[in-house]
C-alpha cells in the first residue's frame, strides 16, 4: 500500500476486518520470532478464524512463547504463585493452547521454524508442520510460504517506531514483500512497554499500512523468568569457554544458564582477575599442557581493547558485561576505517592526518556520496563540510575533490574537513531480545549514549558475511561465536536441535551460521558448549557418543567444544586425533566403551590408551571442584540476579535439600515435637498443599517439611 494510506485503529476486530477486505480469506501471516508477536491482535484474528472457518488462516512463525506449566507436586506448588506473580498482566497466545491440545480447527495451520525447547515433542500437528530453516533463510522462507501479511509490536517515540525486539527477519521479509509485487499488508501494534531500541530497527509510521494503538495493546511483555539457578556443570563450562575469548575481539552468546554462565565468567576475569585464575587453576582449566593452547586462541588477563558484540540475540549478559567495562570496543560502519583502527594506524580518539594516508593506502580513491555520509556521521570529517557531485566543501566556502588518493586533496581534507575523534560508534549489532522483566526495565532506562550504541538490525547482516563481507571481516576480529548442543559425535558433528527419532526439540535457529563463519573468518572460532551427561530418572547417559541419528552442525565444521571435563580443540585435526581429543573431556564412566567402538570401527590404533590425566572425569572430582569454588565465592547460583524473593530462595533452597536428606536426619526430624509453627512456616505449608491433616503419608511430609522450613527461615532471619 501507498505510505499515503496509513490506517490508524484501535480496535482489533477493525483490524481483522482491514484484512480480510483487502486480502480476501486466505490470510498468510508472518508473527516475529519470540517477544515481538503483537498477541491481542493475533488472539483476536485466531478467534474470528476459529468462529468463521471459511477463513484460511495460516501463522508463519518461531518460538511460540507460553509460561511453563506448573506441577502438581512439591516443586509445582511452590512455583505456582512465583508464576503466576511473573506473568500478572502478560497475555498469552490463544493459538499455543489449543495446539498444545491437538484442538486446532482444521482451517488454521501453524508453521515454526523454531520451537520453545521441549515445548512440541510428540506433537503430531506442530511437528508435521515444522520448517527446518536456518535463521538467515527464515525471510526466504516465509515469503516462499506465500506471506501476504506481517504483524509486529512495535515502540514509539517522539513520531518514530522501533521495531525493537524483532528488526531480525522483518526488514528482509518486508523488503522482499514490496520487491514482488504481491498484494499484502504491515501492521505494527504499539505497546508502550516495548523498550525503544535504535538502529536499523528504527522506521517510520509510514513503513507500515495499519498502525494500532490503545490501552488493551499496552500490555506487560512476556518475559523469561529468572528462577533455574546455574548450576555447578554448567558454571564450570562457562569458566572454560571464558578462556577462549580473546582481548581486542567479538562475542556471540545465546540465552539460558551457560549463556549467563561465560558472561559471569568474563566478568570475573575482568575485575577480579586474580581470583578468576585461581579458579582456572583449581577447576583445572589453567595447566601447563593448557596454557600455550589458551594464550593462542582465547587468553585469561584482563580485558585491555575489550570486546564487541556481535549476537542475533541481545541477552542480560551483554548489558552486565558493559557495565563491567568488557563490552567497550566500538566498530564503525567504513571498512578502511575499521581496518586502520584494527592496524593501530587511527586513534578513534585523536583524529590527524595520518588516516587519510591510510584510507588511500587501501585504495579508497574517490569518495562517494554515500561513503561521505557514513565518514560524517562517524566524525572523520567535521559538521561544517558538505558533499556534492565528487566534492566536498570545505567550511571557508571552497571546495575540493573528493579524492583521498590526491595529495593536494588530503592536505585540505586534513587542514578543513578532519574532525577531532570518532562517534557513534557501535558496541553491539543484536537482531532480537528476550529475557526477564528485569532486562527489559533496563533496556527501558538505557542512558541514551548507550542506547545509540546498541544497533539492533536484521539477521542477514549478523549471521553472515554476505551482505558486506569486507566492514564484516574488519569488524569481525578475533569473532568467538559461543552456542550450546545436546551431544557431540566423536567424529565432531554437534547435535543441537533433534532427536534420534526426529522429533524436533528446539530448531536451527542461527547456529549453523555462526558456526559457518567462524571458519570463514581468519581469526574467528566456533565454540560449542555441551554437558559431558546427560542424567534423569536416576540414569545417565554420555552426550559424547559414537554416533547418531540427526546432525545440526556437520564434522567439517567442527571446531572447539568444551564440556565440564575441559576443551577439545578440533580444527585442521584428523579424524584420529578428534576422537581423542573427545574422548579426553568425556565422562571416564563412558570412556571405555567410546574408545572400543572407536578402536573396531578402525579409527584409532587398537593398543590406544586414554592418557591418565582424563581418566578422572567424574561427578565425584566436579564436586570437588565446585566446593573449592564456592568457598573461593567463584560460583553463583544466580550471578544477574532472580525472580525468586529472599524468603522464595530459602524454601527453594530447603525443597532441593530434602532428597539427599541423611536418613537420620530425616528420622530425627519426624519423631521431634513439632510445636507451634510460625505464621511463616505455615503459610509455606498451606503454598505446598500439606497443611491440612492428610494421609499417614502427608502427614509425615507435613511435619518433615515444617522442620526443615522453621531452621532455614530462622536462619535467614538470624542472617
Known amino acids: 500500500m501507498s505510505p499515503n494510506r496509513v490506517q490508524w485503529h484501535t480496535d482489533a476486530e477493525q483490524v481483522v476486518d482491514t484484512l480480510i477486505e483487502k486480502l480476501g480469506k486466505t490470510l498468510i501471516v508472518a508473527l516475529p520470532l519470540g517477544l515481538g508477536k503483537p498477541v491481542p491482535l493475533v488472539n483476536t484474528l485466531y478467534a474470528r478464524a476459529k468462529r468463521d472457518n471459511s477463513l484460511k488462516l495460516t501463522f508463519l512463525t518461531a518460538l511460540s512463547l507460553a509460561r511453563p506449566a506448573a506441577s502438581d507436586d512439591l516443586q509445582g506448588r511452590f512455583l505456582a504463585p512465583v508464576l503466576e506473580r511473573v506473568y500478572a498482566g502478560v497475555p498469552a497466545l490463544d493459538y499455543v493452547a489449543d495446539l498444545d491440545a491437538r484442538s486446532l480447527p482444521a482451517n488454521v495451520t501453524i508453521k515454526e521454524f523454531f520451537f520453545q525447547p521441549g515445548s512440541r515433542l510428540g506433537n503430531f500437528d506442530a511437528q508435521y508442520h515444522y520448517i527446518s530453516s536456518n535463521y538467515t533463510h527464515a525471510a526466504r522462507d516465509v515469503f516462499d510460504n506465500g506471506c501476504n501479511v506481517v504483524l509486529q509490536m512495535v515502540a514509539s517515540r517522539q513520531g518514530r517506531l522501533s521495531m525493537s525486539c524483532n528488526p531480525d527477519t522483518s526488514l528482509e521479509l518486508r523488503q522482499r514483500l514490496k520487491d514482488s509485487g504481491r498484494d499484502f499488508l504491515s501492521v505494527a501494534v504499539v505497546n508502550d512497554e516495548l523498550p525503544y531500541m535504535r538502529g536499523d530497527a528504527e522506521v517510520s509510521p509510514a513503513f507500515y499500512d495499519v498502525l494500532v494503538r490503545g490501552d488493551q495493546h499496552n500490555h506487560r511483555l512476556f518475559s523469561i523468568p529468572k528462577l533455574q539457578p546455574v548450576g555447578t556443570v554448567d558454571a564450570l563450562i562457562g569458566l572454560h569457554a571464558s578462556a577462549l575469548v580473546a582481548d581486542g575481539g567479538t562475542l556471540q552468546i545465546g540465552i539460558g544458564s551457560m549463556g549467563d554462565a561465560v558472561a559471569h565468567a568474563?566478568?570475573?576475569?575482568?575485575?577480579?582477575?586474580?581470583?578468576?585464575?585461581?579458579?582456572?587453576?583449581?577447576?583445572?582449566?589453567?595447566?601447563?599442557?593448557?596454557?600455550?593452547?589458551?594464550?593462542?586462541?582465547?587468553?585469561?588477563?584482563?580485558?585491555?581493547?575489550?570486546?564487541?558484540?556481535?549476537?542475533?540475540?541481545?541477552?542480560?549478559?551483554?548489558?552486565?558485561?558493559?557495565?563491567?567495562?568488557?563490552?567497550?570496543?566500538?566498530?564503525?560502519?567504513?571498512?578502511?576505517?575499521?581496518?586502520?583502527?584494527?592496524?593501530?594506524?587511527?586513534?578513534?580518539?585523536?583524529?590527524?592526518?595520518?588516516?587519510?594516508?591510510?584510507?588511500?593506502?587501501?585504495?579508497?580513491?574517490?569518495?562517494?556520496?554515500?561513503?561521505?555520509?557514513?565518514?560524517?556521521?562517524?566524525?572523520?570529517?567535521?559538521?561544517?563540510?558538505?558533499?556534492?557531485?565528487?566534492?566536498?566543501?570545505?567550511?571557508?566556502?571552497?571546495?575540493?575533490?573528493?579524492?583521498?588518493?590526491?595529495?593536494?586533496?588530503?592536505?585540505?581534507?586534513?587542514?578543513?574537513?578532519?574532525?577531532?575523534?570518532?562517534?557513534?560508534?557501535?558496541?553491539?549489532?543484536?537482531?532480537?531480545?528476550?529475557?526477564?522483566?528485569?532486562?527489559?526495565?533496563?533496556?527501558?532506562?538505557?542512558?541514551?549514549?548507550?542506547?545509540?550504541?546498541?544497533?539492533?538490525?536484521?539477521?542477514?547482516?549478523?549471521?553472515?558475511?554476505?551482505?558486506?563481507?569486507?566492514?564484516?571481516?574488519?569488524?569481525?576480529?578475533?569473532?568467538?561465536?559461543?552456542?550450546?548442543?545436546?551431544?557431540?559425535?566423536?567424529?565432531?558433528?554437534?547435535?543441537?536441535?533433534?532427536?534420534?527419532?526426529?522429533?524436533?526439540?528446539?530448531?536451527?535457529?542461527?547456529?549453523?551460521?555462526?558456526?559457518?563463519?567462524?571458519?570463514?573468518?581468519?581469526t574467528g572460532r566456533s565454540v560449542i558448549m555441551i554437558r559431558a551427561v546427560r542424567e534423569g530418572a536416576g540414569h545417565a547417559e554420555s552426550n559424547i557418543v559414537w554416533e547418531y541419528g540427526a546432525c545440526t552442525i556437520p564434522r567439517h565444521l567442527r571446531d572447539l567444544v568444551v564440556t565440564e571435563y575441559g576443551i577439545a580443540d578440533l580444527r585442521g585435526k584428523s579424524d584420529g586425533e578428534v576422537i581423542k581429543a573427545l574422548l579426553n573431556i568425556a565422562d571416564s564412566r563412558f570412556q571405555p566403551n567410546l574408545l572400543a567402538r572407536a578402536i573396531a570401527s578402525g579409527k584409532v590404533e587398537p593398543d590406544y590408551a586414554i592418557p591418565p590425566q582424563y581418566r578422572d572425569n567424574t561427578p565425584a572430582r566436579i564436586a570437588q571442584i565446585a566446593a573449592e569454588l564456592r568457598q573461593a565465592e567463584v560460583l553463583s547460583a544466580y550471578p544477574f540476579g532472580t525472580d525468586f524473593s529472599d524468603e522464595e530462595l530459602v524454601v527453594a533452597q530447603t525443597l532441593k535439600s530434602l532428597p539427599v536428606a541423611s536418613k537420620a536426619r530425616l528420622l530425627f526430624d519426624i519423631v521431634r515435637p513439632l510445636g507451634k509453627l510460625s505464621p511463616r512456616v505455615y503459610h509455606w505449608l498451606e503454598t505446598l498443599g500439606v497443611a491440612g491433616p492428610g494421609s499417614l503419608k502427608q502427614r509425615v511430609l507435613k511435619r518433615v517439611l515444617a522442620q526443615a522450613l522453621t531452621r532455614a527461615l530462622d536462619d535467614s532471619s538470624d542472617n
Not at 580485558?303 to 541481545?314: P, S
Not at 590527524?352 to 580513491?365: I, K, M, P, Q, T
Not at 558538505?386 to 588518493?405: K, M
Open 266 to 522: 568474563l566478568c570475573l576475569r575482568h575485575k577480579d582477575n586474580a581470583r578468576y585464575k585461581q579458579a582456572l587453576i583449581r577447576s583445572g582449566i589453567l595447566t601447563p599442557d593448557r596454557r600455550d593452547m589458551l594464550k593462542t586462541i582465547g587468553g585469561t588477563a584482563p580485558f585491555e581493547e575489550g570486546l564487541y558484540g556481535a549476537t542475533e540475540m541481545l541477552v542480560e549478559g551483554f548489558l552486565h558485561l558493559q557495565e563491567a567495562g568488557v563490552l567497550k570496543r566500538e566498530v564503525y560502519d567504513f571498512w578502511a576505517l575499521q581496518q586502520l583502527i584494527n592496524g593501530g594506524r587511527c586513534n578513534p580518539k585523536q583524529l590527524d592526518a595520518e588516516v587519510l594516508n591510510g584510507l588511500a593506502e587501501l585504495g579508497v580513491r574517490e569518495i562517494r556520496g554515500k561513503d561521505f555520509a557514513v565518514l560524517q556521521y562517524h566524525g572523520l570529517f567535521n559538521s561544517q563540510c558538505s558533499y556534492r557531485d565528487g566534492y566536498i566543501t570545505t567550511p571557508d566556502g571552497g571546495s575540493v575533490s573528493a579524492n583521498v588518493a590526491n595529495p593536494h586533496s588530503r592536505r585540505v581534507m586534513a587542514d578543513q574537513c578532519l574532525g577531532t575523534e570518532l562517534v557513534n560508534g557501535r558496541l553491539l549489532h543484536g537482531g532480537f531480545f528476550l529475557g526477564s522483566a528485569d532486562f527489559y526495565e533496563r533496556l527501558r532506562n538505557l542512558p541514551e549514549e548507550l542506547r545509540k550504541k546498541i544497533d539492533m538490525t536484521s539477521v542477514e547482516k549478523i549471521n553472515q558475511l554476505d551482505f558486506n563481507p569486507r566492514l564484516y571481516r574488519a569488524q569481525r576480529v578475533k569473532a568467538r561465536f559461543i552456542n550450546t548442543g545436546l551431544k557431540a559425535t566423536l567424529n565432531g558433528a554437534v547435535v543441537s536441535d533433534t532427536l534420534q527419532t526426529g522429533q524436533v526439540l528446539s530448531g536451527v535457529g542461527g547456529q549453523f551460521n555462526f558456526v559457518s563463519m567462524a571458519h570463514q573468518l581468519l
